[in-house]
């Protein structure tokens, strides 16, 4: 009888006659906070990133690639030099050619070794009189940002009867496709960046060059290769391997990156213009006169992380 009378809160504190659900442990501040602390270090991360940055390069751009939506500026119309970042509109008019074939083989002249060791340029490190294809002339370009395969490029797919004159006939197709693109802060004066005084662009303008040159198939695959080994013809027929590793060290240490093409000069200082894709979304940006390589590289990384949080 008395087990009839027992009142309601002895059951409940009769650890034998408990639920599991009144037997659960009541919350204590302390282990709120050591669940709520996960959250909280991923929304301070998320305003960290989503937060405008500052980046070491006096210009910067940043857009969707997909829907061109502007993600980030600094600076984004002021015109600067653009080293050989320019081999990137370089590449986009030989892959416009009618056509094309990029199978094609071209004879490496004396000019294209002469001009480099003049300029003190950048090289592919071509052999005067091998034959090399034009496909193969696209990765010596934005690989190891060889100015001699620039050249051959130039004098290629230009029109005229003597090399001065193709190579004036192919810098006028760089200009006129800017100007099919709709860039009024673009003029080139060179194939390769190496430029005469007026070869410049801006960050928003490189962008659109380099989003539009990611339209071709064979563009997008070059520029994401970190190397290459290719196999080309020598003068006496035989064969030789040229091996070329990529400038943009964003390959490999930014996940997701899909290219595009590093720069420098006296003038341009450090240049990166830098796409990747993540969650289906590519961004796709330029950073301008960064003050060192390195830093060049942590301003595309900064700026990419913001545009991915937007």
Known sequence: MSAVLLTAGAVLTTGALAT??????????ATTAAAAAPAASAAAAAAAAAKKPAIAAKGGFV?????????????ADTRRSTGSTTKIMTARVVLAQTNLNLNSKVKIQKAYSDYIVRKTASSARLIVGDKVTVRQLLYGLML????????????????????????KSFIGKMNATAKSLGL???????FDGIGNGSNYSTPRDMTKIASSAM???TFRTIVK??????KTTTKSGGHRYMSWKNTNNLLGSYSGTIGVK???????????VFAATRGGKTVIGTVLTSS?????TADAKKLMTYGFAK
């Not at 599991?20 to 501040?29: C, I, K, L, N, R």
């Not at 857009?63 to 600094?74: C, D, E, I, R």
């Not at 940002?145 to 005229?160: I, N, P, R, T, V």
């Not at 060192?292 to 060049?296: F, I, K, N």
């Open 63 to 75: 857009m969707n690639n997909g829907t061109g939506a502007s993600l980030y500026t600094k600076a």
């Open 215 to 217: 339209r071709y198939s």
């Open 20 to 29: 599991p659900a009144q037997a659960a442990p009541v919350p204590t501040a």
């Open 184 to 190: 009024k802060n673009t003029r080139f004066d060179s």
């Open 262 to 272: 590093t720069g420098s000069g006296p003038q341009a200082k450090y240049c990166l």
């Open 144 to 167: 190891p940002s060889g100015c001699d395969a620039a050249y051959a490029l130039a004098d290629k797919f230009g029109s005229g009867s003597t090399r001065a004159k193709r190579v």
């Open 225 to 230: 290769t970190k190397s290459t080994k290719q």
């Open 292 to 296: 060192s390589a390195a830093r060049r």
